[in-house]
T-cell receptor, first 113, second 114 residues
Framework: QQQVKQSPQSLIVQKGGISIINCAYE??????FPWYQQFPGKGPALLIA?????SEKKEGRFTISFNKSAKQFSLHIMDSQPGDSATYFC????????????FGSGTQLTVLP | GAGVSQTPSNKVTEKGKYVELRCDPI?????LYWYRQSLGQGPEFLIY????????DSGLPNDRFFAVRPEGSVSTLKIQRTERGDSAVYLC????????????FGPGTRLTVT
């Protein structure tokens, strides 16, 4: 019930291409969906987040698409750059005071120069 | 301003020993979280503090794990009788508090139990 499933496990994209990472969830109590970027040896960094009352959110080259009925959301990275090479995690948190994050298993993105 | 800091950055200990991991949250953040990240996995929730009290410790794997936040700022995660399976990166995150959902992570402490 708490699981967030993420795919693909790894992704290789050419510079300038579009990177797409998908996540699906089961718990309908989730109401906040952030994406984190993590470089080796560093902690996860908040990239962009969305709430289920909107279907899309864009910040620069990063866009989240959200499908509430399908319980799916995805991250699109436009004009991918070698500096975007990192591990990306989707996450979700339920409504309420605790707000603990449930993370996906991660996608290792490599952007080739 | 300063982000979340964690010390030590690396800790190697022998099986059966006791360890303490420290987290300094962002100044003014009232909510603090501990997560554990095993190699190749996403972080897993351990415990959540709102102020000084542990509001949710449902993620602690067993009673060898304990965390405190006595003054509502710095937190210490304590692990007794460490086991090799405890080897992981322990991450701390802080959040402004009630009504705010964004969590900001520290760099983590890599714990290795030999």
């Amino acid at each position: 019930q708490q699981q967030v499933k993420q795919s693909p496990q790894s992704l290789i994209v050419q510079k300038g291409g579009i990177s797409i990472i998908n996540c699906a969830y089961e718990n309908t109590a989730f109401d906040y969906f952030p994406w984190y970027q993590q470089f080796p040896g560093k902690g996860p960094a908040l990239l962009i987040a969305i709430r289920p009352d909107v279907s899309e959110k864009k910040e620069g080259r990063f866009t989240i698409s959200f499908n509430k009925s399908a319980k799916q959301f995805s991250l699109h990275i436009m004009d991918s750059q070698p500096g975007d090479s990192a591990t990306y995690f989707c996450a979700a948190t339920p409504s309420g005071s605790a707000r603990q994050l449930t993370f996906g298993s991660g996608t290792q993105l490599t952007v080739l120069p | 301003g300063a982000g979340v800091s964690q010390t030590p950055s690396n800790k190697v200990t022998e099986k059966g020993k006791y360890v303490e991991l420290r987290c300094d949250p962002i100044s003014g953040h009232t909510a603090l979280y501990w997560y554990r990240q095993s190699l190749g996995q996403g972080p897993e929730f351990l415990i959540y503090f709102q102020g000084t009290g542990a509001a949710d410790d449902s993620g602690l794997p067993n009673d060898r794990f304990f965390a405190v936040r006595p003054e509502g700022s710095v937190s210490t995660l304590k692990i007794q009788r460490t086991e090799r399976g405890d080897s992981a990166v322990y991450l701390c995150a802080s959040s402004p508090g009630t009504g705010s959902v964004e969590q900001y992570f520290g760099p983590g402490t890599r714990l290795t139990v030999t």
